[in-house]
């Protein structure tokens, strides 16, 4: 297995388990906001595809976000990314014209990590307006970690509301 096959094989993972995590959501959990300073279950999810879509094609490749290359502005109603949603106050969003937004992503996701040599992945990038970089590799560890990790988030906020997390 190469270094690219392993990634592309833990990001569907991670992919999977956010998915599982929302398979049986209800629409009033989506929403509903939790106690203490956490955010709602739609924005954590929002957030976690908004944040691939500005690592993988703006931060490593240098090119627009599958939000603007697509023009889903305009499909779902929202003048900015769903990465800064969660700075803004999110409002809810209707779930299943989102997932189109969430495919498109992916596959963007895929195909970038399908086409990486092991030389690439050594590059380092340079955070815009950060002062920091890191190399493909760790930031590509990061999309990964930080996709399971909101999908655990998820996972303990349906716990909280009585539902199950993940089966």
């Avoid at 691939?52 to 023009?71: F, H, S, T």
Wanted: hydrophobic content about 45%; glycine content about 8%.
């Amino acid at each position: 297995m190469t270094p690219a096959e392993a990634f592309l094989t833990v990001l569907r993972d991670a992919h999977a388990m956010l998915q599982t995590v929302l398979n049986d959501i209800e629409s009033e959990q989506l929403w509903r906001k939790p106690p203490g300073t956490a955010n709602a279950i739609g924005a954590i999810y929002s957030h976690a595809i908004g944040v691939e879509d500005l690592y993988i094609q703006r931060i490593l490749q240098g090119k627009p976000l599958v939000w603007d290359e697509d023009n889903w502005a305009e499909k779902l109603g929202r003048a900015t990314a769903p990465n800064l949603w969660e700075s803004e106050g999110v409002i809810p969003f209707d779930l299943h014209a989102f997932l189109g937004y969430r495919r498109a992503v992916y596959t963007a996701s895929e195909l970038y990590i399908a086409g990486l040599r092991q030389e690439d992945l050594d590059r380092t990038v340079q955070f815009p307006g950060r002062d920091w970089s890191m190399s493909i590799a760790r930031l590509l560890t990061v999309v990964v970690s930080h996709c399971t990790s909101h999908a655990g988030e998820i996972a303990a906020l349906k716990g909280v509301f009585g539902a199950r997390g993940l089966p």
